[in-house]
């Protein structure tokens, strides 16, 4: 029962080591940033409410973000046609 044991075990070990491979891949680069985002620079939310507010670039200095407003939220649906009418 042992010998089988062992069997097993290096029949799994052998068949496992096909999979693995000693080739170096190549690293894909960094993407890139997202509108908004400035490198090298640090986020700042300066009133707390979670969203950011500008950024603070390498010499310390903030800059505020000045884009444009949001849109306005989309209108009701309209009434439906089916149920009590008032």
Same mark, same amino acid.
């Given at each position: 029962m042992? %010998?089988? $044991? $062992?069997?097993? $075990?290096?029949g799994a070990a052998l068949g496992l080591s096909a999979c693995? &491979? &000693?080739?170096?891949?190549?690293?894909?680069p960094a993407p890139p940033v997202g509108p908004g985002? %400035?490198?090298? &620079?640090?986020?700042?939310?300066?009133n707390g409410d979670g969203i950011v507010d500008g950024y603070y670039s390498a010499d310390g200095m903030y800059h505020e973000v000045m884009g444009p407003p949001c849109p306005p939220p989309p209108p009701p649906p309209p009434p439906t046609r089916r149920g009590e009418r008032g």
């Open positions: 042992n %010998i089988r $044991l $062992l069997g097993l $075990l290096g693995s &491979t &000693t080739r170096d891949e190549p690293v894909a985002a %400035i490198a090298g &620079t640090v986020a700042a939310d300066r």
